[in-house]
């Protein structure tokens, strides 16, 4: 039976007026041969155009133009063996399914196929039912004669057969059945033609090339990975034909600069700061990156060296992996990173060979506790694909993943796919093509059907084949416009293309454990990691350790510890450092041989504070101690430099020429360097030192004490007291002379009133403070040593052209060259008993006039000359000593921490207490009290010591006064003149209690 007018295209057949034709004839005459015929003749047609070879994907949903649900139903209907409800019922609903696609003007009524069937043989209700489904395809394609939509093609380039692929096509069909189900107005059609491009860049190329060229595509959908994508871009911008990639995220296609290029995806490049965080967060300071050697995999490294650089992280080596990689060859890159001691990697590859990777990491042993692996995207979309044997291999590392709203849509589709593929999951790139393929619909139908055409410029190429004879799409401008403009709610959430690829504001954390990733947090880039997607601003300010950010982790090896990302390596290799034993201070370090191990035993205050140091880092650190004879300075710390030692450990200077080769910790001594110059004894004896402990003000104030004191007691007592008594100038005398006999406390007088008393006893207290103190003040100016420093600034060293004593140490040596100072002038010496011979001679006998030592020497040398020298100023500056190890060593950053924490907490005083006791309590600390002239610095005693006893004497006074001569003029307020007064003051007081005690005692004894 040849029947013409059936179109295949992607398993679909369409049908036209022609085919309509053949199928009624066909139903015409076979009712005329009843049942046998018929069904004879609908196998030759089905069997004749490949009905039963087509598959069932578009089952679920039918779409009239698809005749492959009419031609399955025909099919049922002739081989039906039984004729009842069961086929009226899927006519019934099959016509009702017509209506709610608008293919049918009305509903047929139900009871009218219901009354066929008691009326009709079996043949006649066959015919029947079959030419009412041959009456409503007449309709159907009748009307799309009419209004039929222009087909626009589009090609798709895509590894078929892979899980991937089956995935993605299935997410391309299905994304266009909806768009144009739920838009049956739509002006323009996709036709989609798939091609297999086998995993291969240069087929992948040549299929886009001869979609462009044979099937004058106008966009086309792929490929899978980057590498493929990077000549078909530079294709579809000759061409001007988009190329829509909703898996290719290398950033290095971004560098191609084609404007024809859209992502519908996210680029690698914007997962780079959620790994940074994540490394931020819990202060790792290396991290090795771990990547394929291809496109995909370069394309991150830039981007992610710029972000760990942000935050001071070191890339100490980079991992990179053939794509076509044996075991033994992935076994020798896992068995170099075991031997290193960076703990913390960041694995960027296709999933496919990251599964191979991690079963080798765990087979080897750098799965287990202590190591940290951080996977990109790349591998964490792809983990619902993987087996759990895969996943299991990768059990505690942490990844970044796309991360997908949830949304009714998304969940309608997910449903489809588990009813469609129960034993698969659906990945993000599943999402991605569904979307990429609903906005090129979209913008397809925005930019019409017009000008769908392809020009080749030179009427030279166009009988040209490939790349020369490679026409421009017309249609290529006005699409690229309206896809950048496409935007709308996707499954994959807000689509919308900012710069020709999405852009991610959310990133999901997970962990895997079990099969595939357990959430522990998100991504932004306003707020950083979040603990949820909906985490408030305000909330963030509260955070303080990883578990307010992060939910809780298991890490490899089953353990809830943060690992602390470096290690002494697995090699067994100790940590070989290096002591000096040419040490002239045994305070700072001091070796000693066991007489019975031959071993060298150090001991000091640097070993000791090393140890503290050691004790307080994050991890445990193995070290021996190795012994540095007969060896400088420089070249000591050259060894580091050379790889002899792994560290030094002792009183080494930090400077910036070591620096240069080596790394040092942060200082735990104070920096600089001091000037040490003798002292003598310099004060002059004058003849007035008598004076000097006295201010001339205190002096004055005493004089005119004395004096007031002598009036007040005389008004007190010379009218009551016979010993104040008498002529003027006897009284005078007196008065002076028990003023003055109160400084020597040996008064011959008597007192006797109240008043006068309580002035004397005032008078007294002060007079001792003052005799106290001045005596302690002029003995000390009388028989102490006052030392004066023979030269006070390195100035006055250079204006006298003076010989000055160095450490052997460059960086002084250096240092006093650029101060002015000759060669002549400069004088070396080794040990502290040479640098006090040299100032303990005269310069012009071989001597020098001062020495320049660093500020922890000068100590410990003051501390054992103390009256003979002394530090007058640090006029240059050093950083004092650190711990030496070699550039690029994770521990130097670790040992400054750990310094720190042992200079803030009590165990640095206890070793310097331990060291340096006996040295301070001999000797003031040199650096809190270095004073180059003494003499100057003599406070003497002034009012501001005494006023307070100055005042409550002349209160006193004061009203002793008062009270005196208000009784006095109390009882003679009779006398009018002051001559009467002044005379009546000078005679005693004959009714005073005290004259009456007198008197009452002395006729007592004349009556005895």
């Given at each position: 039976?040849?029947?013409?007018?059936i179109?295949?295209?992607?398993?679909?057949?369409?049908?036209?007026?022609?085919?309509?034709?053949c199928?009624?004839?066909?139903?015409?005459?076979?009712?005329?041969?009843?049942?046998?015929?018929?069904?004879?003749?609908?196998?030759?047609?089905?069997e004749?155009?490949?009905?039963?070879?087509?598959?069932?994907?578009?089952?679920?949903?039918?779409?009239w133009?698809?005749?492959?649900?009419?031609?399955?139903?025909?099919?049922?209907?002739?081989?039906?063996?039984?004729?009842?409800?069961?086929n009226?019922?899927?006519?019934?609903?099959?016509?009702n399914?017509?209506?709610?696609?608008?293919?049918?003007?009305?509903?047929?009524?139900?009871?009218?196929?219901?009354?066929?069937v008691?009326?009709?043989?079996?043949?006649h209700?066959?015919?029947?039912n079959?030419?009412?489904?041959?009456?409503?395809?007449?309709m159907q394609?009748?009307?799309?004669?009419?209004?039929r939509?222009?087909d626009?093609?589009?090609g798709?380039?895509?590894?078929?057969?892979?899980?991937?692929?089956?995935?993605?096509?299935f997410?391309?069909?299905?994304?266009?059945?909806?768009?144009?189900?739920?838009?049956?107005?739509?002006?323009?059609?996709?036709v989609?033609?798939?091609?297999?491009?086998?995993?291969?860049?240069?087929?992948?190329?040549?299929?886009a090339?001869?979609?462009?060229?044979?099937?004058?595509?106008?966009?086309?959908?792929?490929?899978?990975?980057?590498?493929?994508?990077?000549?078909?871009?530079?294709?579809?911008?000759?061409s001007?034909v988009?190329i829509?990639?909703?898996?290719?995220?290398?950033?290095f296609?971004?560098?191609?600069?084609?404007?024809?290029?859209?992502?519908?995806?996210?680029?690698?490049?914007?997962?780079?700061h959620?790994?940074?965080?994540?490394?931020?967060?819990?202060?790792?300071?290396?991290?090795?990156?771990?990547?394929?050697d291809?496109?995909?995999?370069?394309?991150?490294m830039?981007h992610?060296?710029d972000a760990?650089?942000?935050?001071?992280?070191?890339?100490?080596?980079?991992?990179?992996?053939?794509?076509?990689?044996?075991?033994?060859?992935?076994?020798?890159?896992?068995?170099?990173?075991?031997?290193?001691?960076?703990?913390?990697?960041?694995?960027?590859?296709?999933?496919?060979?990251?599964?191979r990777?991690?079963?080798?990491?765990?087979?080897?042993?750098?799965?287990?506790?202590?190591?940290v692996?951080?996977?990109?995207?790349?591998?964490?979309d792809?983990?619902?694909?993987?087996?759990?044997?895969?996943?299991?291999?990768?059990q505690?590392?942490l990844?970044?993943?796309?991360?997908?709203?949830?949304?009714?849509?998304?969940?309608?589709f997910?449903?489809?796919?588990?009813?469609?593929f129960?034993?698969?999951?659906?990945?993000?790139y599943?999402l991605?093509?569904?979307?990429?393929?609903?906005?090129?619909a979209?913008?397809?139908?925005?930019?019409?059907?017009?000008?769908?055409?392809?020009v080749?410029?030179?009427?030279?190429?166009?009988?040209?084949?490939?790349?020369?004879?490679?026409?421009?799409?017309?249609?290529?401008?006005?699409?690229?416009?309206?896809?950048s403009?496409?935007?709308?709610?996707?499954?994959?959430?807000?689509?919308r293309f900012i710069?020709r690829?999405l852009?991610?504001s959310?990133?999901?954390?997970?962990?895997?454990?079990?099969?595939?990733?357990r959430?522990?947090?998100?991504?932004?880039?306003?707020?950083?990691?979040?603990?949820?997607?909906?985490?408030?601003?305000?909330?963030?300010?509260?955070?303080?350790?990883?578990?307010d950010?992060?939910?809780?982790?298991?890490?490899?090896?089953?353990?809830?510890?943060?690992?602390?990302?470096?290690?002494?390596?697995?090699?067994?290799?100790?940590?070989?450092?290096?002591?000096?034993?040419?040490?002239?201070?045994p305070?700072?370090?001091?070796?000693?041989?066991?007489?019975?191990?031959?071993?060298?035993?150090?001991s000091?205050?640097?070993?000791?504070?090393?140890?503290?140091?050691?004790?307080?880092?994050?991890?445990?650190?193995?070290?021996?101690?190795?012994?540095?004879?007969?060896?400088?300075?420089?070249t000591?710390?050259?060894?580091?430099?050379?790889g002899?030692?792994?560290?030094?450990?002792?009183?080494?200077?930090?400077?910036?020429n070591?620096?240069?080769?080596?790394?040092f910790?942060?200082?735990?001594?104070?920096?600089?360097?001091?000037?040490?110059?003798?002292?003598?004894?310099?004060?002059?004896?004058?003849?007035?030192?008598?004076?000097?402990?006295l201010?001339?003000?205190?002096?004055?104030?005493?004089?005119?004490?004395?004096?007031?004191?002598a009036?007040?007691?005389?008004?007190?007592?010379?009218?009551v007291?016979?010993?104040?008594?008498?002529?003027?100038?006897?009284?005078?005398?007196?008065?002076?002379?028990?003023?003055?006999?109160?400084?020597?406390?040996a008064?011959?007088?008597?007192?006797?009133?109240?008043?006068?008393r309580?002035?004397?006893?005032?008078?007294?207290?002060l007079?001792l403070l003052?005799?106290?103190?001045?005596?302690a003040?002029?003995?000390?100016?009388?028989?102490?040593?006052?030392?004066?420093?023979?030269?006070t600034?390195?100035?006055?060293l250079?204006?006298?052209?003076?010989?000055?004593?160095?450490?052997?140490?460059?960086?002084?040596?250096?240092r006093?060259?650029?101060?002015?100072?000759?060669?002549?002038?400069?004088?070396?010496?080794?040990?502290?008993?040479?640098?006090?011979?040299?100032?303990?001679?005269?310069?012009a006998?071989?001597?020098?006039?001062?020495?320049?030592?660093?500020?922890?020497?000068?100590?410990?040398?003051?501390?054992?000359?103390?009256?003979?020298?002394?530090?007058?100023?640090?006029?240059?500056?050093?950083?004092?000593?650190?711990?030496?190890f070699?550039?690029?060593?994770?521990?130097?950053?670790?040992?400054?921490?750990?310094?720190?924490?042992?200079?803030?907490s009590?165990?640095?005083?206890?070793?310097?207490?331990?060291?340096?006791?006996?040295?301070?309590e001999?000797?003031?600390?040199?650096?809190?009290?270095?004073?180059?002239?003494?003499?100057?610095?003599?406070?003497?005693?002034?009012?501001?010591?005494?006023?307070?006893?100055?005042?409550?004497?002349?209160?006193?006074?004061?009203?002793?006064?008062?009270?005196?001569?208000?009784?006095?003029?109390?009882?003679?307020?009779?006398?009018?003149?002051?001559?009467?007064?002044?005379?009546k003051?000078?005679?005693?007081d004959?009714?005073?209690?005290?004259?009456?005690?007198?008197?009452?005692?002395?006729?007592?004894?004349?009556?005895?």
């Open positions: 039976m040849n029947i013409n007018g179109k295949k295209q992607n398993e679909i057949i369409l049908m036209d007026k022609h085919g309509v034709k199928v009624t004839k066909l139903v015409r005459d076979g009712s005329k041969y009843g049942k046998r015929g018929l069904g004879k003749g609908c196998k030759d047609f089905c004749a155009n490949d009905v039963l070879k087509i598959g069932q994907p578009f089952m679920s949903e039918l779409v133009e698809d005749s492959v649900p009419v031609l399955r139903i025909l099919r049922k209907q002739v081989h039906s063996i039984r004729f009842d409800t069961l009226n019922n899927m006519i019934y609903d099959f016509s399914h017509l209506c709610n696609k608008r293919a049918l003007p009305y509903r047929p009524p139900r009871f009218f196929l219901s009354l066929q008691l009326t009709m043989t079996r043949e209700y066959l015919a029947l079959l030419l009412f489904l041959v009456l409503v395809l007449l394609v009748g009307e799309g004669q009419q209004n939509a222009t626009v093609k589009v798709i380039v895509d590894d078929v057969g892979m899980a991937y692929s089956n995935m993605t096509l997410c391309i069909n299905t994304s266009l059945s909806d768009f144009y189900s739920s838009h049956p107005e739509t002006r323009t059609r996709l989609t033609t798939v091609v297999d491009s086998k995993k291969d860049v240069v087929i992948a190329a040549a299929a090339l001869d979609l462009i060229t044979n099937k004058e595509v106008k966009a086309i959908l792929g490929p899978w990975n980057s590498m493929q994508a990077q000549l078909m871009i530079e294709i579809g911008q000759k001007h988009p829509v990639s909703y898996s290719a995220t290398s950033p296609l971004a560098s191609i600069r084609s404007q024809y290029f859209f992502r519908a995806t996210y680029d690698d490049s914007s997962q780079v959620a790994v940074k965080a994540i490394i931020k967060l819990f202060g790792w300071r290396e991290v090795v990156p771990v990547y394929v291809n496109t995909f995999g370069e394309g991150i830039p992610l060296t760990l650089q942000e935050i001071n992280v070191r890339i100490p080596y980079r991992t990179v992996i053939s794509p076509n990689a044996t075991g033994d060859e992935i076994s020798v890159e896992l068995l170099r990173m075991m031997t290193r001691p960076t703990r913390v990697f960041v694995v960027h590859t296709e999933d496919l060979l990251a599964s990777f991690f079963a080798k990491a765990k087979e080897i042993g750098l799965m287990k506790q202590g190591y692996w951080i996977l990109t995207n790349g591998i964490t792809g983990l619902s694909l993987m087996k759990e044997a895969e996943t299991d291999a990768m505690g590392v990844g970044v993943k796309t991360y997908v709203p949830r949304s009714d849509k998304l969940e309608a997910k449903s489809k796919w588990k009813n469609r129960p034993l698969s999951d659906l990945s993000v599943g991605w093509a569904y979307d990429a393929t609903t906005a090129l979209m913008a397809i139908e925005e930019a019409g059907a017009s000008n769908l055409i392809f080749t410029t030179d009427d030279a190429m166009r009988n040209m084949s490939g790349l020369q004879g490679l026409g421009v799409s017309q249609y290529g401008p006005k699409l690229l416009q309206t896809l403009k496409v935007r709308f709610k996707g499954l994959s959430g807000d689509f710069n690829e852009q991610p959310v990133l999901e954390i997970v962990n895997v454990n079990g099969h595939g990733g959430t522990i947090g998100y991504w932004t880039k306003e707020h950083g990691l979040l603990k949820h997607v909906d985490q408030r601003q305000a909330t963030t300010t509260t955070f303080t350790t990883w578990k950010r992060l939910r809780p982790i298991i890490w490899p090896g089953d353990t809830t510890f943060v690992p602390k990302g470096w290690e002494i390596p697995t090699n067994g290799k100790r940590l070989k450092i290096g002591v000096p034993t040419n040490n002239h201070f305070q700072f370090v001091k070796g000693t041989k066991d007489p019975i191990t031959n071993s060298t035993i150090f000091g205050f640097c070993i000791d504070y090393f140890e503290a140091v050691i004790q307080a880092m994050p991890y445990d650190v193995s070290y021996d101690y190795f012994p540095v004879e007969d060896m400088d300075y420089e000591m710390v050259y060894q580091v430099y050379l002899k030692y792994d560290a030094v450990v002792g009183d080494t200077t930090i400077s910036a070591r620096s240069m080769y080596v790394e910790s942060l200082p735990y001594t104070p920096s600089g360097v001091g000037l040490v110059v003798p002292v003598k004894d310099n004060v002059k004896r004058s003849s007035t030192i008598f004076l000097m402990p201010t001339w003000g205190l002096c004055l104030l005493s004089l005119l004490s004395f004096f007031i004191i009036v007040v007691v005389w008004v007190l007592e010379h009218r007291n016979p010993d104040f008594d008498g002529p003027g100038r006897y009284q005078i005398s007196t008065i002076l002379w028990f003023s003055f006999s109160i400084m020597v406390f008064p011959r007088e008597r007192v006797l009133s109240f008043w006068a309580l002035v004397v006893i005032i008078w007294y207290f007079v003052l005799t106290q103190s001045y005596t003040s002029l003995a000390s100016l009388l028989t102490s040593q006052q030392l004066y420093p023979t030269v600034n390195i100035n006055s250079l204006a006298k052209g003076e010989r000055v004593g160095n450490q052997r140490s460059p960086f002084i040596l250096g006093l060259r650029e101060s002015g100072f000759s060669d002549a002038n400069l004088v070396t010496y080794g040990s502290p008993e040479q640098c006090h011979e040299l100032l303990d001679t005269e310069p006998k071989g001597g020098v006039s001062a020495v320049f030592m660093e500020l922890p020497y000068v100590r410990l040398f003051l501390g054992q000359h103390c009256n003979k020298y002394k530090m007058v100023q640090t006029p240059f500056k050093v950083d004092g000593f650190g711990f030496v070699p550039i690029g060593s994770p521990l130097v950053a670790d040992v400054s921490r750990a310094i720190l924490k042992v200079e803030e009590n165990k640095a005083n206890q070793l310097e207490s331990a060291w340096f006791k006996k040295i301070d001999s000797c003031p600390d040199p650096f809190t009290s270095p004073d180059p002239n003494p003499s100057e610095s003599f406070r003497k005693l002034g009012i501001d010591s005494f006023w307070v006893l100055f005042v409550a004497a002349a209160i006193v006074c004061v009203t002793a006064l008062g009270k005196c001569m208000f009784h006095f003029l109390k009882e003679n307020r009779d006398q009018r003149n002051l001559q009467g007064l002044w005379e003051f000078l005679q005693p004959t009714k005073s209690y005290i004259n009456q005690v007198k008197k009452c005692q002395c006729s007592n004894g004349s009556q005895s």
